[in-house]
Nanobody, 115 residues
């Protein structure tokens, strides 16, 4: 099991930017997929972005062109750069790590987009 700790959430105005970080207790280079998901009140958890071990990326339709996922293997950290934030981006953002049949989640970080 790998421990994941998210940080970087907070309150931001519409049109603003935030960068979320996900620090892993183990080597992320051994993970098949690292991803970010989010869950807004009353809604299901949804994919925000995923990064495969080979560098391939997938983004949710609502964030394409605005969010970017990246990783820094030396720091065992995955990032989510969020630009042009909208009120509908308000949610708890969770980091996820997949290794074979194993899937681990962080505790989440709150992102609130409001004026």
């Amino acid at each position: 099991q790998v421990q994941l700790v998210e940080s970087g959430g907070g309150l931001v105005q519409p049109g603003g930017s935030l960068r979320l970080s996900c620090a892993a207790s183990g080597s992320i280079s051994s993970m098949h997929i690292m991803g970010w998901y989010r869950q807004a009140p009353g809604k299901q958890r949804e994919l925000v972005a995923r990064l495969g071990s080979g560098g391939s990326t997938n983004y949710g339709d609502s964030v394409k062109g605005r969010f970017t996922i990246s990783r820094e293997n030396a720091k065992n950290t995955v990032y989510l750069q969020m630009n042009s934030l909208k009120p509908e981006d308000t949610a708890v953002y969770y980091c996820n790590a997949v290794r074979g049949l194993l899937s681990d989640w962080g505790q989440g970080t709150q992102v609130t987009v409001s004026s």
